[in-house]
């Protein structure tokens, strides 16, 4: 079946530092690839999305693109805040009808002044 | 209201309580879901119901009983809950006609289980 194998947290980082938090997958066919993030005490936002090869995805300054030839959806900023403090969960879905989409496990992400 | 809602957010209930947990979409979706997120576990996936008929019950106890009226609203009606079951449960939507499967999901109930 489906599978998403996200980078184990936390990340630490020092704000204005490189955010890289790595994301795998498997699947059949061409699923859509998603990151969400989730603030403490809310539900999971969509971030940004990516739906086919070669596809970046964007915002708030965040990228991933989508590589199929390394099965990879990995997310970037170039310069992070204390308020992009999250957990973050990479995502797929396959294609058609009502989707059933797989995540990781989360990546906690911690910025500090 | 916008997106999607959920009531209560916190709820604490003894074991021998009933209770339902309400959610309403404000997106015009047509497929709804419930999940359950636990510490420390991957996000479950409970229920699924497209265009209002379930599609997907993913092994889950008898004592959640999901409901869908119509296609803005899912409700979880829970009963003679364990305190396994204290968990964050959220409720997301979907257009299920859409070949992209981004779902939107709401704030969540956070539950407590005495």
């Known amino acids: 079946g489906d599978s998403v194998t996200q980078m184990e947290g936390p990340v630490t980082l020092s704000e204005e530092a490189f955010l890289t938090i790595n994301c795998t997958y498997t699947?059949?066919?061409?699923?859509?690839l998603f990151w969400y993030v989730q603030y403490p005490g809310e539900g999971l936002q969509l971030l940004l999305k990516?739906?086919?090869?070669?596809d970046k995805g964007s915002n708030k300054g965040f990228e991933a693109t989508y590589r199929k030839e390394t099965t990879s959806f990995h997310l970037e900023k170039g310069s992070v805040q204390v308020s992009d403090s999250a957990v973050y969960f990479c995502?797929?879905?396959?294609?058609?009808?009502?989707?059933?989409?797989?995540f990781g496990t989360g990546t906690k992400l911690q910025v500090i002044p | 209201e916008t997106g999607v809602t959920q009531t209560p957010r916190h709820l604490v209930m003894g074991m021998t309580n009933k209770k339902s947990l309400k959610c309403e979409q404000h997106?015009?979706?047509?497929?709804m879901y419930w999940y359950k997120q636990s510490a420390k576990k991957p996000l479950e996936l409970m229920f699924v119901?497209?265009?209002?008929?379930?599609?997907e019950n993913n092994s889950v106890p008898s004592r959640f009983s999901p409901e869908c009226p119509n296609s803005s609203h899912l409700f979880l009606h829970l009963h003679t809950l364990q305190p396994e079951d204290s968990a964050l449960y959220l409720c997301?939507?979907?257009?299920?006609?859409?070949?992209?499967?981004?779902?939107?999901f709401g704030p969540g109930t956070r539950l407590t289980v005495t």
């Open positions: 990516a739906t086919k090869a070669d």
């Open positions: 997106l015009g979706h047509n497929a």
């Open positions: 995502a797929l879905s396959p294609s058609g009808g009502y989707q059933k989409v797989t």
């Open positions: 699947a059949t066919g061409y699923p859509s």
């Open positions: 997301a939507s979907s257009q299920a006609s859409s070949s992209y499967g981004e779902q939107y």
């Open positions: 119901y497209s265009l209002e008929e379930r599609v």
